[in-house]
């Protein structure tokens, strides 16, 4: 497997490069490619983790199978064999990392649930008691379960942090009927989820989802439930009033704060033991959600 940075496909136009997934155009579908690039503080970090792509794509792939009785999805073909024949010259690049999707027009909303204090929404909980304008109790500790999980969207940022929007304005920019249904299925999709990850010993603490209208339906789409998209914590560790061990990103957050790095410079590049314990961690996802092991030779 060649490790893939940035992706370019002779005759296949590129309509879209974002932190770390490409998007071409296959007529009236599109292929979305998922490199190993890590993304952090709004950065591209110059880095490469090995097998990032193809771990985050086989995740998403998962969970799009396992909650597609909840809801649609944008998934088209995900076995690299049944292919258009231009694209099978890439397939030391392409395999296992990349999807052929609808072309669903995508709602420009991010649709977080948080099923436990942490992150940005501590920050804010600390300031307000409140989180994206929903009252919270007064006594809880950081990284405790709330009573529920609640939804709390964002913009969607082209380039940029994603910013937080009330439920109200969200209704006002695209429908009160269209953000009801986001906040009930992006609830239900999480409840789903977390229910199966717990028994797999893994916590969902967030995750955010992406939507679009595709023949007149909403639809699942982008990621879904990766450890780029998510908070996943080891169960068999949690404790809460404390930061988390992760199976996610934050390694990689945590190594660059306690670096010299300014956070507004050019990133600087990960060490090679940082590099090979953020793979081991996506690896370590991998498996416990899908009880498969994963084979590096494919």
Known sequence: MIPAGNI??????????????????LGKELLIVTT???????????????FKGVLLNQISIFWFDYLKDHINNHLLETDFDNFPVELKAYKDILN????IVKKAEIIPLECVVRGYITGSAWEDYKKTGEVSGISLPSDLKFSQKLLEPIFTPTTKAEEGHDMPISIKDAKNLY?????????????????????????????????????????????????????????????????????????DKQFVRDYLLSSDWD????????????????????????????????????
């Open 8 to 25: 370019e496909l002779k005759d296949i136009k590129k309509i879209k490069s974002g932190k770390i997934r490409e998007m071409f155009s």
């Open 36 to 50: 190993d690039r890590i993304s952090a503080f709004d950065f591209i970090l110059p880095s490469l983790i090995p």
């Open 96 to 99: 296992k990392r990349c999807v």
């Open 175 to 247: 429908g009160a009927e269209t953000v009801n249904f986001l906040e009930k299925k992006s609830i239900e999709l999480f409840l789903k989820a977390g229910e199966f990850a717990i028994k797999k010993d893994i916590i969902i603490a967030d995750t955010k989802f992406e939507f679009g209208f595709y023949n007149n339906e909403i639809i699942l789409c982008d990621e879904v439930l990766t450890p780029d998209s998510s908070r996943f914590w080891p169960l068999d560790e949690y404790i809460e009033g404390e930061n988390q061990k992760s199976f």
């Open 263 to 298: 956070r507004k410079s050019v990133p600087p590049e990960l060490p090679f033991e940082i590099i090979e314990k953020t793979s081991e961690r996506y690896k370590g996802a991998y498996e416990k959600i899908t009880g498969k092991r994963f084979e590096e030779n494919f």
